[in-house]
């Protein structure tokens, strides 16, 4: 690629950008939007001043959502939504702060030297900038032996260590913020319950009195309650079922047009005699609703060998689960629970042999589905090659015959597949993780976050280095000696490509996804027409599970390639402060907490960053290697060594705070409850907490018939 | 190696072996060398009957040790010595169960089929059987591409499924023998104590105070006391110095001639005016003594940071034990006690990240030990080589131009000198262990045994193996893909000598050493002349960390050889049947436990039987695939995956047995004691327990002039 190329390439960008900025500032101050651009308001109800009233001002871009999504102080942040949303905001800061630092020595020594070699290019002449290749700014440029590689040698060395600085800083600041936000937390179910599972229940007796018996006669001073879980797959159909067809029933009431609501009893509504459909859908709602309570009944029968066990204190709790229980290790296995409204009750079902087992399954096809998920998305771009395209379609040939839908065609359908095929991703990392048997959704993400690092580190950056030898890439990894110089030789040239990732798959699609949600507009515009008002509104959560694999991408791309083309690093400075406004925008005013993990997202963070150096420190060795400069590629193997060994000194110095509170903690917690009065209040909410929602009981008024019927909470 | 060879060098070490047996049961008889034979009965001063009493039974050779080693049960054997002995005793019965299978599967199936190959010799004929190179018995022989290849492939399956069937079975037995030990025990000190390091002494208060405080305030109702640690590297060297002296001074006093009593003052005891040593030894003591009380009163201001707490309850130690403590993951950190007479006392000087830096130190130094050892043996080996031995001491050539003798130098020497440097290694692993900072021996022997069975792995079968290119074999790492071909071609050549190190290393060391105790025998004539009657014996305790690997060792052999060699299987049996009385009788006379580590031995066992099957299948694989029967090279490949996933599953469901007891049991053990009345005398014994040995001081009658100077019981 030339340096034209890429201004051309930013220019674009830069245009959408400042489009969708634009867009975006007008679409939000519209009532009509509300609920995609401020779902968290609409979501609480707020009263939104003067919001139906129409004026000027809302058709004019502003950007006073900057000031405001700017100015909250952290404290602040923390207050109105999460300690891993301020967590998550931690990754643009020591991004921003890496890359700052990264590019000043990057751009003031680095990119000089580069530009000065001849190994590329034998004049230099500044004239024709726009022409050269962006490979003269590359490493690739700088002579086979020159002396000038030990600049790029202590680089090395002090990026690394300025890295290892800033990621110490982070990991304590975090640690510590982890523990003032569990002093400053009230009493949490979660805080004083474990779930025991596969728990031994002998044939004469139910799970219930087994658990009941082993924790009164083991801990009976802190043993509080239990609730076993049950097997409700099929419940929880039903009942969604049940609060959908309620849903129904409600807005047709409210229809005041009677012809509307005649409908016919047959297949799908359209055989059949006429029927009022109040009557019809009543009728169906009635045979649902004796069906869940048939259910549940039935159910009560089916125990999972998996209970909630919740005790007087956080110690009692942590005894429980830090304390091998029973004599088998692999019977009456503890566990934190997680908050009540983040379990993920269909996970029960699986004992030790069979969650092992699946969590092998889960590996193996993890492992498959990365290193494979390229053969079908080349197979289904090369079927749409222009000719093949042609054969299928003979009448679209006088299109695809102009230059420009060939252009298009050629040049973004194989990339638009791509993306296709990468949208599926994530959900597929999400089923996959809820297989391994979590018992809470944020774990189920957490796990599905490193899934999709992986994913993305293998497919898009070392598919897209080692192209064409991907396939048989894995070969590599059976001769270890080679990779440096494998890597050495690919990823330098991969450069221009993956400044050009940074712009559009950076600024772009964070602008357009993140900011303007582009896919969440056109499904609120389609649906409008359809939805009732009374529709219960929910704020979405973030998923964490693809947006920090997309920022510790580009952290990798920026710590590999700092040295390799250090002109990467500017357009990374700028998509993180995009990444930092952007996100505290959407923290305040799109994305609801839904349950909160602490910060337990950071570990990733940080071994991410830690992988992302030791590559870097690899593709060294290599690429002094090939540059003929044997001491230095020597000099270079302690670096990474002495980076793992830092890791190794975090992963014991923080990494257990992240793991579970210490007794310090837990001790003083529960001195401060005991002289709470509120405390016994709490203990009788802690003993229904944790009941499945399936199987609770609700009576809901049903119409103005007269008779109320009961119906399930959990789907309405 | 030829068969009449491999039958000769059967035949010697046979005799041998007949030779140590019958003298052995000539010598155990003799009351001068009960200290040798039977030092667990002198030193429980037992009433040896008629010891001393001359009759002629005692010059013939009986077998009757043997009838009363093998007659105990195995409960009867637990209460005599310990469970580690037990758990010593099943690697026998578990090598013996997996040999005999493998035995019977290799000689009369897998031998036959090897023998009727006619790869190595197109002729077979029985007549000249003894001229037959061993090679004829092992798979080299069968040619290549045969489907009888087939055979050995089932026979790898097959054996690996009755291997890992026993491996169940044996670590589910140890297991519940484990947890049932636990039961059956006495209160002990260890199960109520946990060890802190690392407290965070504030600069205004002590470590005493500090570690008082934060128990007192954390664990109110189950804190007992605690002692805190003491720099006494000094003090000990200092009382260990008087406790000689003190027993030199004793002996001296029974000596009756006084010209015997006088030495000069000078050094050495050689120069200066003649003295009475009586009052020479008594002054210097005195001064020692001084010297102790200084010291003791002056330690008691260095603390180490480091205190054993004691618990009322095991769960309360427990607890302490199994919950990060304090906020900071590396402060308070807490470890299980181990047995007071257990207790490693100069472990205690380094902080956290002292201990991490020397485990990392120790870790560089073990590899470049086990890696580099052949280096300087190999160098010495080359310096006696006739001529050089020839040009030193040129007086010797006559002798050296015998054939026996330069046969016996050249043939010998080499071993001999690799045999001497060997006996330093385990010394070595014992004190690379000990710079770990573990705080027990047991842990330091535990730790010392897996050094010595890596070392032994590498140096005696890699070397051997690998014969040559060792040096460079390190570099074989780097390329994973050859490992299978290299082994598979190295390995079945060396087949014979292993064989010859069976019945050498394994027979004739086993009985000369371990039964006979050559050295301990030679050192007792040596020192009788000098040893006074009322010296302190002490019976030795076995010497885990080199008797394991070596056992272990040979089940290595018999797994990777037993479908490449089969002929190695009847001489690992009778090792294992010669090791199973052997190891029983010293057991029973010999050795006397020192602590107990309640059989945490067996999880080695068990990983390195796994190591030996995995090893096994990858020279499997290569093996078929240089006899160019790559289907049968590729349907291995699940075989190790399949064992390895058998090791993850053990280690879920028994490791963490061996690494604590369950609450369960200690709940258990707890209630059973509160009903003890003897409970309070019991922490009473508790709170001083784990005092340091060289702190306490006590009163010890010197002499018979009138006044009695305090001595210190470390050194007597």
């Known amino acids: 690629m030339i340096v034209s190329a890429l201004l051309t390439s930013v220019g674009i960008n830069l245009a959408l950008c400042l489009l969708f900025f634009t867009l975006y500032s007008i679409l939000r ?67 921003l702060r890496v890359f700052g630092f990264a590019g000043i020595v990057g751009i003031l020594v680095l990119l000089p030297i580069n530009y000065l070699g001849n190994q590329l290019n034998r004049d230099f002449d500044i004239s024709d900038l726009p022409s050269k290749s962006l490979d003269s700014f590359s490493i690739s440029n700088v002579n086979v032996g020159s002396k000038w590689l030990w600049v790029h040698f202590c680089a090395a060395y002090i990026v690394t260590g300025f890295v290892c600085y800033l990621l110490y800083y982070e990991y304590s600041y975090i640690s510590s913020k982890r523990i003032a936000h569990f002093y400053s937390s009230k009493p949490q179910p979660n805080q004083f319950t474990v779930v025991v599972r596969s728990v031994p229940v002998s044939s004469g007796s139910s799970c219930s009195e087994t658990v009941e018996s082993f924790f009164t006669e083991n801990y009976p001073s802190t043993y509080l309650s239990h609730s076993v879980v049950r097997r409700t797959n099929k419940l929880q159909g039903l009942t969604s079922k049940a609060g959908k067809l309620y849903r129904k029933l409600m807005r047709l009431r409210t229809e005041t047009n009677t012809q509307q609501r005649l409908r016919r009893d047959g297949c799908w509504g359209l055989f059949g005699r006429k029927v009022d459909a109040l009557d019809y859908y009543g009728k169906k709602l009635d045979d649902l609703e004796d069906n869940v309570r048939m259910e549940q009944t039935s159910v009560a029968g089916k125990d999972v060998a998996a209970a909630f066990v919740s005790f007087k204190s956080r110690l009692g709790a942590a005894v429980a689960f830090h304390i091998q229980q029973g004599e088998n290790p692999i019977e009456w296995l503890t566990e934190r629970a997680p908050e009540p409204q983040d379990v993920h009750w269909p996970f029960f079902s699986a004992s030790f042999i069979k969650r092992w087992i699946s969590k092998l399954v889960v590996v193996v096809a993890y492992t498959a589905l990365t290193v494979l998920f390229l053969i079908p998305v080349v197979v289904v771009q090369g079927l749409t090659n222009l000719n093949q395209l042609e054969t299928w379609f003979p009448f679209l040939t006088s299109v695809l015959d102009l230059t420009v839908v060939s252009a298009v065609i050629t040049g973004y359908l194989p990339s638009l597949i791509l993306q296709l095929f990468m949208s599926f991703v994530p959900p597929v990392m999400i089923m996959l993780s809820s297989l391994e048997g979590y018992i809470s959704f944020s774990q189920i993400q957490k796990s599905a976050c490193s899934k999709m690092l992986g994913f993305t580190i293998w497919n898009v950056f070392l598919a897209n280095t080692l192209s064409g030898t991907l396939l048989y890439g894995f070969e590599i990894f059976l001769e270890p000696k080679k990779i440096p110089g494998i890597l050495a030789d690919a990823v330098p040239a991969q450069a221009s490509f993956f400044i050009a990732y940074v712009v559009t798959s950076g600024w772009t699609s964070l602008l357009s996804s993140e900011l303007f949600r582009v896919t969440r507009l056109i499904l609120s515009i389609i649906k409008r027409p359809f939805s009732g008002k009374d529709d219960e509104f929910e704020a979405p959560s973030i998923p964490y599970h693809s947006a920090i694999p997309k920022v510790l991408f580009f952290g990798l791309l920026g710590l590999t390639y700092f040295f390799l083309a250090p002109l990467i690093l500017p357009f990374l400075v700028v998509y993180c402060c995009l990444g930092y406004i952007i996100f505290r925008n959407q923290f305040l005013n799109v ?46 193997i302690p670096l990474p060594i002495l980076t793992l060994l830092f890791n190794e000194y975090c992963r014991k110095r923080f990494l257990p705070i992240f793991k579970a509170y210490p007794a310090e903690c837990l001790i003083k917690k529960d001195r401060e409850d005991e002289n709470d009065p509120r405390i016994s209040a709490f203990y009788e909410k802690l003993s229904t907490a944790y009941r499945d929602p ?23």
Chains 1, 2 share one sequence.
């Open 694 to 716: 399936a199987l609770m009981p609700m009576h809901h008024p049903r119409s103005t018939d007269g008779h109320s019927t009961p119906l399930l909470q959990a789907g309405v």
């Open 591 to 636: 994305y609801a907490p839904k349950y909160e993990t602490d910060g337990k997202f950071w570990p990733t963070v940080h071994n991410s960053t830690i992988f992302a150096l030791v590559l870097m420190h690899i593709i060294a060795i290599g690429m002094f290697g090939l540059k003929k400069v044997p001491l230095a590629s020597s000099l270079t």
């Open 29 to 95: 101050k519209q009532p009509s939007y509300l609920n995609v651009y401020s779902p968290r308001s609409v979501a609480a109800k707020e009263e939104l001043e003067e919001s139906n009233k129409f004026n000027f001002e809302r058709l004019l871009p502003t950007a006073g959502w900057v000031r405001r999504a700017w100015q909250p102080s952290e404290d602040e942040l923390l207050s109105v939504t999460s300690l891993d949303a301020v967590v998550f905001m931690r990754i643009f800061i020591f991004s």
